[in-house]
């Protein structure tokens, strides 16, 4: 499960290294290059957040994967360099009810006992709880919305024995919709936590 | 190939620029608006008419209040000092506003005499100096507030300002901006440009600075602008996630939300001591505090009851009473400058509103009929209401009389916008 989805960091870096090279030799096309690449990447990719450039989904299909390897392999690969930004233990989103913020379901108190297990077991490792809420309501409540449902989660890992100072919680409220549309099924994907690493410990 | 990005990306700044003009559509009944007629002329080769004439036309009309008549036929025929209420009772009116330019001395002046021609008489007489620096837009919303005042009875408020967020995608990026314009929509002025989420626009008592939240390290914290000089400044200096500022009306703190052991409670910053002191202490939310008139009590909402409600709290005591009653949501309240009332975000099931709330005889009525709308604000007057809706998924903001009855939809060409604050 790891190892496919550091596959995938794989070729992104790769793809990275790859436009890194035309720029070197062709100065002229850097900037035309960097803006493809940023535009058809975040497409491909469908990231809410364009720094982050690394999914968890294959985004190259079997050919371009071969192509892309063989352009890069003269090159070292340093996987450290994306620190663990994608990576996931499996599931790592947790879904809440409207206006909630309780953990109810035993699939979501598993994941939340995984990633602590896994926590504990690296003791380098750091995660980012982001809370997010649905389009309804005041946008300060929804921040304070995301905000209480990612410190739950964050009072869960501490009680599990994760140490505290290797979590950060943040709320970005309803300004990160997972899905766009106003009805009740993309309001439900949108009230979320996302369990992210900032450094896998490995 | 180098020159053509550029030439794009320049091209790209130079069409946001372009669009940043507001749009004003005002939807509003018809009855109840008092004909008015508006004519001024200029003597003086310094200064045309025509753009104070368009500007008072324009306030007047999209006040509601009035209905602009147009005054082509008849002003041909008025002398400079006589009047004819004969002739404009004919032609409809109840109302004349005559504006006129002239030179005294050298000197640039503008006068306008409000006629009622109903009562034959001249309700309002005055003169406004002008000169070169005169800002021409001020000087007009002036005369407005006069000609407005006088004859309803309420503070205009034609020069006040509001400030709001607007979102746009440049390259699929999202760029916020905090911006600053007349209430007409003129002068819009973004002070502050970011690709990271800005939030909570709110204005300091005396209205020269702009407190808001940013999230440009990577966490919600607040900073403090001033409009003057740009200068800005975080509130708490640390790793905080803070929030939902609010400034007392004696402008000597700043309410605020910081979470604290997993709950979210409001603390109070002291300018003075530079020190914060936590006000709330309860399992859950408490956020989005708002300073009543006397600068000792905030409301606040809070989910203690199971459901987001408006609470009240004096800010020396560590008991809160609940506020509203009403429906299953009430948050973000806003409060009239007079105390009276609460404009805040309703939801009884049928969608968030907005809705008045009187604290007096704890009577709610929405105002409002989206199913999207938030982040109400009362104008200075109290006879307007500024919030946030939704339209065919696009941000607009929507200005309406606290009534209802008259609703002016605000769109920024190629711009969500959102979280809408009056001046006071």
Known sequence: MLESQFGHINICSNLWRVIMTIVRHTRNIALFAIISFLAGCSNLLNQKDPDVIVTTEPMLTKSEEGEVDKVTSAESINLDKVEGKGLTLGNNIIYFEYDKYSIEKSEYKEIIVKYSEYMIEHENATLRIEGHADERGSRAYNLALGEKRSENIKEMMLINGVKSDSIEVVSYGEENPAVQGTNEETHSLNRRVEIVFINTGK | ?424
Do not use: C
Not at chain 2, 4 to 26: D, W
Not at chain 2, 107 to 131: C, G, M, P, Q, W
Not at chain 2, 237 to 244: H, T
Not at chain 2, 343 to 350: D, P, R, T, Y
């Open chain 2, 1 to 424: 190939m180098k020159y053509f990005i550029f030439a794009a990306i320049l091209q790209l700044i130079l069409n946001s620029n372009l669009y940043a003009e507001l749009t004003i559509k005002i939807d509003r009944a018809k009855v109840g608006a008092l004909p008015i007629m508006i004519s001024f002329n200029s003597d003086s080769k310094n200064f045309s008419s025509n753009i104070f004439q368009e500007i008072v036309k324009n306030d007047l009309y999209s006040s509601g209040f009035f209905n602009v008549l147009d005054s082509s036929n008849v002003k041909n025929n008025i002398s400079k000092k006589s009047t004819q209420y004969a002739l404009w009772t004919l032609a409809g009116t109840n109302y004349f506003l005559i504006g006129n330019i002239y030179q005294d001395n050298g000197i640039d002046y503008i006068r306008f005499d409000l006629h009622d021609v109903i009562k034959k008489n001249i309700v309002a007489s005055y003169k406004i100096n002008l000169t070169k620096n005169s800002n021409i837009r001020k000087v007009s919303h002036t005369i407005s507030n006069v000609v407005f005042e006088k004859i309803t009875g309420i503070k205009g408020i034609f020069d006040t300002k509001i400030a709001y967020i607007s979102t746009e995608k440049v390259n699929k990026r999202k760029i916020y901006k905090l911006h600053v314009a007349d209430i007409d929509g003129h002068n819009s002025v973004a002070i502050y440009k970011s690709s990271k989420q800005l939030m909570s626009p709110t204005w300091s008592p005396k209205n020269d600075k702009i407190a808001y939240v940013s999230f440009e390290n990577n966490r919600p914290e607040i900073f403090v602008q001033s409009l003057s000089t740009g200068d800005r400044e975080k509130l708490l200096s640390g790793k905080y996630s803070s929030s939902a500022p609010a400034w007392s009306p004696d402008e000597k703190y700043m309410a605020y939300t910081l979470s604290v052991n997993g709950n979210l409670e409001i603390f109070i910053y002291n300018f003075k001591t530079n020190t914060s002191k936590r006000i709330t202490n309860s399992i859950g939310i408490d956020t989005e505090a708002e300073w009543h008139p006397n600068s000792k009590e905030i409301f606040f909402t809070s989910d203690r009851s199971g459901r987001p409600h408006i609470y009240k709290q004096s800010i020396n005591k560590n008991k809160a009473k609940r506020v509203t009653f009403d429906g299953s949501y009430n948050a973000d309240a806003n409060i009239s400058s007079d105390g009276k009332y609460l404009s805040l975000v309703h939801n009884a099931g049928n969608g968030h509103k907005i809705a008045i709330f009187s604290l007096e005889d704890r009577y709610l009525r929405v105002i409002s009929n989206g199913r999207l709308d938030e982040a109400p604000s009362f104008a200075p007057n109290n006879k307007m209401i500024l919030f946030a809706s939704k339209k065919i998924h696009k941000g607009i903001l929507v200005a309406t009389s606290n009534d209802g009855r008259i609703r002016q939809e605000i769109e920024l060409k190629g711009e969500n916008v959102r979280e809408p604050i009056w001046s006071h």
